[in-house]
């Protein structure tokens, strides 16, 4: 076996309580392009950029145009979970792993068992009417056309935090408490560039931080290892 993954093994067979801090990079593994990568979404054809589509005020102000890039490039319905997701939910099942905090918006960690997740971003399967705050499926987006409307004649919104929209308090504190009490903190798939999110790591003060992704990202000095390597393959190997 690989040095880094018998010393990566070692560090979860000793730590009782890991926390997973992921991001993009965990699901482009199961097909979902992460649209902030350099041959991500930048280079294709959209008359506006990625961050002002997915803005709060682009929202309400071209809800069409804003669906329109939504179910093209945000949703995926028949992504299924890889290695890291299965990996990281026996963990949790093995009562190694108490909790993990992504950026991802697309439920794959639950829908691999993980139940303790905190969703930074919120996320594509719940949606809610901004006038009676009636909760849908994913399905009123997908079998909808144009903007999705509530019986009460609503406009049916994605429980996900756009550009100019704050995190959700309970959820960031509920990732604080499990990262500020984790004696391992395994960082995967994210370049750690996106804040508030990315801060959220600075709580970490347990024994070893670990680090699997395919680019540096700026905690790289901090870390106690670090592979760079695709995080399914890297949980699949141990
Ligand atoms: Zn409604």
């Known amino acids: 076996m690989d040095e880094k993954l018998e010393k990566l093994w070692k560090i979860v067979k000793d730590s009782r309580n890991i926390v997973f801090f992921g991001g993009a990079g965990v699901s482009t593994e199961s097909g979902i ?5 350099v041959d991500g ?19 309400m102000k071209k809800p069409e145009e804003f669906y329109r890039f939504y179910r093209a490039k945000m949703i995926c319905t028949d992504a299924e979970p890889n290695a890291a997701h ?7 099942e093995e009562g190694k792993l108490t909790a993990i905090v992504t950026q991802n918006i697309d439920g794959l960690h639950q829908a691999a068992g993980s139940r303790r997740v905190y969703e930074l971003h919120g996320s594509t399967l719940r949606n809610y009417c901004m006038k009676c705050h009636k ?21 049916i919104k ?27 903190l395994i960082i995967g798939g994210t370049s750690l560039n996106v804040y508030p999110a990315a801060g959220l790591i600075r709580y970490f003060r347990g024994t070893n931080l670990v680090i699997i992704n395919m680019s540096p990202t700026q905690m790289d000095s901090n870390a106690d290892l ?9 949980f699949s190997s141990i």
């Not at 392009?33 to 990568?37: G, L, M």
């Open 86 to 92: 299965i990996k990281l939910a026996e963990l949790e």
């Open 33 to 37: 392009p992460d649209f902030r990568s």
């Open 41 to 59: 979404l930048y280079n294709q054809q959209w008359k506006y950029p990625p961050e002002t589509i997915l803005s709060h005020t682009f929202f």
């Open 135 to 155: 909760f849908f499926g994913i399905e009123a987006v997908i079998n909808s056309e144009g903007v999705p409307h509530c019986s009460c004649g609503g406009i």
């Open 158 to 184: 994605p429980d996900v935090v756009l550009y100019e929209e704050g995190l959700d308090d309970s959820v960031v504190s509920g990732a604080i408490r499990s990262i500020s009490s984790a004696d391992t």
């Open 226 to 234: 670090l592979i760079c390597d695709r995080i399914g393959k890297v």
